[in-house]
């Protein structure tokens, strides 16, 4: 899957993983700021489809910790 850049605010979207269960979808991506002293954000947007619309959306994201105890990182 390509990332999609976003040129305005020089900002770039990976998505990572996309989940779906009925008429719920979940995607989880990384936000990369062009800015090398920006650090880099996991988000999670969580849509809810009425038909072929989005009828509500959530999301919550974070910046992703330089040094996770965790070996794999956000993702």
């Known amino acids: 899957m390509q990332p999609c850049t976003r040129e305005?605010?020089?900002?770039?979207?990976?998505?990572?993983?996309?989940?779906?269960?009925?008429?719920?979808?979940?995607?989880h991506s990384r936000v990369t700021r062009?800015?090398?002293?920006?650090?880099?954000?996991?988000?999670?947007?969580?849509?809810?489809?009425?038909g072929d619309r989005i009828a509500e959306l959530w999301d919550v994201a974070q910046e992703v910790p330089k040094d996770?105890?965790?070996r794999n990182g956000a993702f």
């Not at 988000?43 to 489809?49: C, D, K, N, Q, S």
């Open 8 to 27: 305005e605010d020089n900002r770039v979207l990976d998505v990572a993983r996309v989940i779906d269960d009925g008429d719920l979808v979940a995607v």
């Open 34 to 50: 062009q800015d090398p002293a920006a650090q880099q954000i996991a988000a999670v947007h969580i849509f809810r489809f009425e």
């Open 68 to 70: 996770s105890p965790n």
